[in-house]
């Protein structure tokens, strides 16, 4: 199915929110995390959170994509 450039912009953003979200589930993962103060491991682990939710709302509007109606013939 040929995407319309918005779509495509979607699909994009989707795949670079990924990349950015799997960096931060390795750097929470990780020793390092442990040595920032409380409070920045709680707002890491919430923006973890909603960057993995809107992820998921990403993904169902990539997986509603339909291609356009065909134009009626003249």
């Known amino acids: 199915m040929e995407l319309q450039p918005y779509q495509e912009r979607v699909v994009e953003e989707k795949k670079e929110l990924d990349e950015k979200l799997g960096a931060l589930n390795a750097f929470i993962s990780d020793s390092r995390f442990f040595t920032l103060f409380h409070d920045e491991q709680v707002r890491l682990k ?29």
């Open 46 to 74: 919430k923006q973890f959170k909603l960057m993995t939710e809107y992820s998921a709302v990403l993904k169902d509007r990539i997986e509603a994509f339909r291609p356009l109606p065909e134009p009626p013939e003249a």
